[in-house]
């Protein structure tokens, strides 16, 4: 592999990388707020990025299309917490588990009854392409980078730096004693679960330019979060964005050097060994604990 060769492959993995850290600080807001591991996120994505390309096939302003995918991937946030995860409160983390995956098919099934089952692009942002090293770079990766930065960036500084942050901070460690402080809990399980939605959505709007979308994929880029959000113990948001732009590099870099056939088995690889390093992951020996 020559430098050329390496650097395509880096900036390759770039959509991907975003893609699964958005995800992972999703996940990771969640499960914060409520101590579930929603498998239903890589699914919001899903919806964002399909809502977008129907919406600009149909000849709406690319705009417009983000903030409709934005609103809905919000709203359905919202709608999984109050609906899913709220019944549930006293449950065993498993059974929360299940749900989010009972969750993630209704909005698989219903993208695929609005969407159809062909995978599916839209317009981007801003046309045209420029040139890194010898390797050609859409514009609109330039986008989809500065826009989700600058949303996990406000979102690090308003979870662990605001007033309101820290206390969904402290509701994370003691939910019951947090309330008794006069924590307002159930507004901030249902903040967290927007906020987590809005940026799946909005990801997923921006990314559909650059990679394909269709309504099977989102178990499988959940699990991918999973795997990013266990590695960094479940509670960093920085630290989510960043380890899933390497798990992607990773993946970018195993399947030129095996092959693209195995990728998947590399990447899950992680996943049984942080399963098997549960123990020592502290937020998977709580969830254990639950059990």
Avoid: H
């Avoid at 969640?30 to 890589?42: K, P």
């Avoid at 999973?226 to 970018?252: D, K, P, R, T, W």
């Amino acid at each position: 592999m020559d430098l050329s060769q390496a650097l395509n492959l880096a900036i390759g993995a770039i959509p991907s990388g975003v893609l699964y850290g958005s995800i992972a600080v999703g996940l990771v807001l969640i499960f914060r707020a409520t101590g579930t591991v929603n498998l239903a996120q890589g699914d919001l994505y899903i919806v964002g990025a399909l809502l977008y390309a129907g919406a600009t096939g149909t000849g709406w302003p690319v705009l417009l299309a983000v903030s409709l995918a934005a609103a809905v991937g919000t709203t359905l946030g919202v709608a999984e917490e109050r609906v899913v995860l709220r019944p549930l409160v006293k449950a065993s983390p498993p059974i929360r588990l299940l749900a989010t995956v009972g969750f993630a098919l209704i909005l698989a099934g219903g993208a695929y009854v609005v969407f159809g089952a062909n995978p599916r692009t839209g317009a981007p942002i801003i046309s045209g392409s420029t040139t890194i090293g010898g390797t050609k770079v859409d514009l609109q990766l330039f986008v989809l980078v500065a826009v989700v930065v600058g949303l996990v960036a406000l979102t690090w500084l308003f979870f662990e730096r605001s007033a309101t942050g820290k206390a969904i901070s402290a509701m994370s460690q003691d939910a019951e004693a947090a309330q008794m402080v006069g924590v307002p809990v159930l507004r901030m399980k249902v903040m967290s679960a927007g906020v987590a939605g809005l940026i799946a959505a909005t990801t997923g709007a921006l990314a559909v330019p650059l990679l394909f979308a269709d309504f099977t994929q989102g178990l499988g880029l959940a699990l991918r979060g999973f795997v990013v959000m266990a590695l960094v113990g479940g509670q960093s948001i920085l630290a989510a964005a960043l380890v899933g732009l390497l798990l992607a590099e990773v993946e970018a870099y195993g399947a030129y050097l095996i092959t693209t056939t195995y990728v998947d088995v590399v990447t899950f690889s992680l996943l049984v060994m942080v399963v098997l390093c549960a123990p020592r992951i502290r937020f998977l020996r709580a969830f254990a604990a639950e059990s």
